[in-house]
């Protein structure tokens, strides 16, 4: 079995909450995380912590790219609001989009 799984495992109120830190934090740091759910009584590894990080980031990236796909003009604006940006780093205006 897949070791992406043992996430699949923790209940599903953890695994918001481990996804939501993730991404919080950049996708970093899967070793204290994996300790801290260790202390909480889970079993879990920071490899896994980071496979089923990698699984999410192909998954928001497979998104993205059939939305762009169906949305050409809008993505297109956000991409270049994007470039615009300094270094990509601030929070753009989305436009409404058919999603």
């Not at 999410?56 to 990236?61: G, N, V, W």
Request: glycine letters at 4%.
């Amino acid at each position: 079995m897949s070791q992406v799984f043992c996430f699949k495992k923790l209940p599903l109120n953890v695994q918001r909450e481990i996804a939501e830190r993730l991404e919080k934090n950049d996708y970093k740091d899967f070793a204290s995380l994996a300790e801290e759910l260790r202390g909480r009584g889970y079993r879990i590894s920071k490899s896994s912590l980071h496979r089923f990080s990698q699984q999410q980031l192909r998954s928001d990236a497979d998104f993205l790219a059939a939305w762009a796909a169906r949305n050409p003009m809008l993505a297109a604006a956000l991409v270049a609001e994007i470039k615009a940006s300094t270094g990509g780093r601030t929070k753009p205006t989305i436009p409404e989009s058919n999603v």
